[in-house]
């Protein structure tokens, strides 16, 4: 546990509680029980009296917060000691130190007595010009070249009066713009009215095409989406633009704003006297050569660093839907990872997710062996009882669809259903470590076959095995901070895998790794001991682990389930700590444990009141009640799948009124994507996601949910579908103009034409368009441009 000042301990605290809504004794209990080693997932499940009932939402709030603030404290530390070393830390200073509340601030403070290489500035000063430079600044009646004469020494480099005049104006230049009040005050100004202008490299219109809507655009830099500064970034980064920050739409009258609050602040007017010009040049030179770009890569360091932000939520919040999606449950899965020329690679799993067979079939071009593949998966079909048929959603994908549903007419005593789901991430899993250890003899090509029909049984379980990164559900992933987003990401999964909770004796090694206070390390162990020993028969069984200790077992028991042990409890999330409630219960009701537990309506009627004690408050107790009810309860949603429509297997097949089902693929701020069986997910602008006004899409559609949509507009040489959930908007007449992208439109789609980024399925675009007008009810696009508008509001809002 890191030793803090109490003092500053209780100060970071009270910042935290006020940011997220929470007492301080609050936020000083949970920081408290995070650096003691407990995880924020059970921190909020198991802790609830220890920290007033803080969420998980607001602990990891605060977890992120705390990790800002100490990194703060330290650089204060370090700012404070460098000043004293040079014996320039006076009361006030320190002070204001002490006061600093970003890292921005500090960092404006300790500019003038950062160690520094030899400048102007400090080249002028030791050839003796600093009392030049303070008696212009002090009496701008002097004639400057005849007060500069006086300082003339070529000994000391300088040659004549304008050279002394050149150091003396490097001085007040460098005092000014070390000057913190003055730093951070117009790095508030140009953050209010700066605009960030675009303009493409001289020569690149025609390599940089996708960036095109770039070339010559200007954006208020507080209001700019988050997804379009990415682009505009990623753009610069590539070499396609420039990018500057005028303070104002009139970038002339702006800067002329900007050189004259530096007058106002250092007090120079411009009364006729001989040094005023001189003065005023000081200041217009100090905003242009040294404010304004130093202020320029701030704000776009912290517009980024926001952006990013909001970037990662974004994944974030989609991960989560993925994994959290309906599992299919214990069901005889038949995996089909569709190909062409390759083949189509089959995998059956069992009803626990055992591998237990494979095949390769060439159903598609150039072999056609549709079938001989039809007899194939018959026989393995009725081998092993399957009761479900999932089908990667790649390429060839809608072909080998066709072939399941001919399969399923074929075969109607099996009674199976086929599901198109996500092969996101089923490469990467196929290379990686982990299926190498899980399938050390099976061909590579074979394990996507097995990831794409286990992610049907369980979507959390399986694509835990996979990066989060790799899963692609994120938008401009690649063009924010990989650590940062690591990090993110890796709470998502946390905390969706304790929400779920995870069978000890099924668990993969994989899965275990993301239970609370598990490390690979001890997952592992874990593993071995249960094929050594055989199933765990109770919780307590865990201490037997190597390396697993109490206070690791402590912090993952109450989300590690084993169904059919010893202790029924132990099926359920209710922490063996806990057991002693739960006993007394059992005890004033006079009822075998097994009988309560399920008893709804028995349960219901008992007062948590009853059962508290000095360990266990009313929210603790009225959980375990709750648990009591539906022991092992899953919190997920049920099973459902999407129906493709026959026939609709390529864009080109789509018709504008098309009425058609599909699962959503992605949500970004400024509308959905949509996979409707065509190899291309069509956008579900923010505008036409409801007949209500919607602020975050999240609002209305999560990943994974199936919707039914209405195709708008195709545009088949660009590969864009516009969609709605407003089943009665106007279709577009046939052959209107503005398509996506004309008219300064298509902002969204080419804004990630890089597959990396927000990009859809094997790189075609997938758009990063702005969010919508705030118009009543988000009225849906003109029907005349209904696919212009759905990609190309971002240029404005």
Request: charged share 30%.
């Amino acid at each position: 546990m890191p030793q803090i000042d109490p003092v500053l301990a209780r100060r970071i605290a009270s910042t935290i509680a006020g940011e997220i809504g929470a007492q301080p004794a609050q936020a000083q209990a949970a920081i408290g029980l995070l650096d003691e080693g407990a995880t924020v997932p059970f921190i909020a499940r198991y802790r609830k009296e220890v920290t007033g009932g803080l969420d998980d939402i607001q602990l990891r709030a605060l977890e992120t917060r705390l990790s800002y603030l100490r990194e703060l404290e330290d650089r204060r530390a370090a700012v404070l000691a460098s000043i004293d070393e040079q014996g320039k830390l006076s009361d006030e200073l320190r002070a204001d130190i002490q006061a600093a509340d970003s890292k921005a601030r500090l960092e404006d403070l300790y500019l003038p007595y950062k160690p520094k290489r030899r400048t102007r500035a400090q080249i002028a000063r030791e050839a003796g010009l600093e009392p030049l430079a303070d008696a212009l600044l002090a009496d701008p009646s002097q004639v400057p070249e005849a007060a500069a004469a006086a300082y003339v020494d070529a000994d000391k480099g300088v040659a004549d009066a304008r050279a002394a005049l050149e150091g003396a104006r490097a001085i007040v230049m460098e005092r000014w713009g070390e000057d913190a009040a003055l730093v951070g005050g117009l790095r508030s100004w140009l953050h209010e009215v700066g605009v960030i202008r675009a303009r493409v490299v001289d020569g690149k219109q025609d390599t940089g095409a996708k960036y095109r809507d770039y070339f010559d655009h200007a954006e208020a830099l507080a209001r700019i989406p988050s997804h379009r500064l990415l682009a505009l970034f990623r753009a610069r980064r590539e070499e396609f633009i420039t990018l500057d920050l005028d303070p104002g739409t009139d970038a002339e009258a702006g800067h002329a704003q900007a050189e004259g609050r530096v007058a106002v602040h250092a007090g120079i007017r411009n009364e006729g006297r001989p040094g005023d010009k001189w003065l005023l040049d000081a200041c217009r030179l100090t905003w242009k050569a040294k404010l304004h770009l130093h202020l320029m890569l701030d704000l776009f360091a912290q517009a980024r660093e926001k952006a990013e932000a909001e970037a990662i939520d974004v994944f974030g919040d989609n991960l989560k839907d993925l994994l959290l999606a309906a599992p299919a449950g214990p069901k005889a899965v038949l995996g089909l990872d569709p190909g062409l020329r390759t083949g189509v690679k089959v995998a059956v799993v069992d009803r626990t997710g055992k591998l237990v067979d494979t095949a390769t079939i060439y159903p598609h071009e150039p072999k056609r062996q549709w079938d001989p593949s039809l007899h194939v998966l018959r026989a393995l079909c009725t081998k092993h009882g399957v009761e479900l048929i999932a089908i990667g959603n790649g390429t060839a994908s809608r072909e080998t669809d066709k072939l399941a549903g001919d399969l399923i007419k074929q075969a109607p005593e099996l009674k199976m259903q086929k599901i198109v789901v996500s092969e996101a991430g089923a490469s990467v899993y196929s290379a990686s470590e982990f299926a190498s250890k899980e399938f050390p003899d099976l061909d590579v090509s074979l394990r996507g076959a097995v990831s794409i029909a286990r992610r049907l049984q369980d979507p959390l379980a399986e694509l835990v095995k996979i990066e989060p990164k790799a899963i692609g559900v994120g938008q401009y992933q690649h063009d924010v901070d990989q650590y940062r987003l690591a990090k993110a990401l890796d709470a998502r999964v946390e905390d969706c895998v304790n929400a779920v909770g995870v069978d000890l004796n099924t668990a993969s090694a994989a899965l275990l790794g993301r239970v609370s206070g598990l490390s690979s390390t001890v997952a592992e162990n874990i593993v071995v001991y249960r094929d050594q020993n055989g199933a765990f028969a109770d919780r307590k069984a865990l201490l037997k682990v190597p390396r697993l200790g109490e206070k690791t077992f402590e912090q993952c028991a109450g989300f590690l389930r084993i169904n059919g042990g010893s202790q029924p409890l132990d099926a359920s999330s209710v922490h063996p700590e806990a057991y002693p409630v739960v006993e007394r219960i059992v005890s004033d009701c006079g009822r075998e444990l097994k009988s309560l537990m399920g008893d709804a309506a028995f349960l219901r009627g008992i007062k948590a009141e009853a059962y508290t004690d000095e360990t266990f408050g009313v929210p603790t107790v009225r959980d375990i009640i709750k648990e009591l009810e539906k022991p092992g309860r899953d919190p997920r949603p049920e099973f459902k799948a999407a129906r493709f429509a026959d026939g609709v297997e390529d864009i080109k097949d789509l018709k504008p009124g098309m009425v058609l089902e599909g699962v959503v693929s992605n949500v970004a701020a400024f509308g959905a994507f949509v996979d409707i069986g065509v190899h291309q997910d069509g956008l579900v602008h923010i505008s036409a996601l409801s007949d209500r006004y919607v602020k975050d899409p999240r609002e209305v559609v999560k990943a994974g949910d199936v919707v039914k949509v209405r195709v708008l507009e195709v545009d088949v040489a660009r590969k864009r579908i516009a969609l709605t959930r407003r089943l009665d908007d106007a279709v577009p007449p046939a052959g209107a103009a503005n398509m996506a992208g004309e008219n300064r439109g298509g902002r969204g789609a080419r804004d990630a034409r890089d597959p990396r980024g927000a990009g859809g399925r094997n790189g075609a675009p997938r758009g990063a368009g702005g969010t919508a007008m705030p118009r009543p009810g988000n009225a849906a696009p003109p029907a005349n441009n209904a696919l212009a508008a759905a990609f190309a509001k971002a240029r404005k809002s």
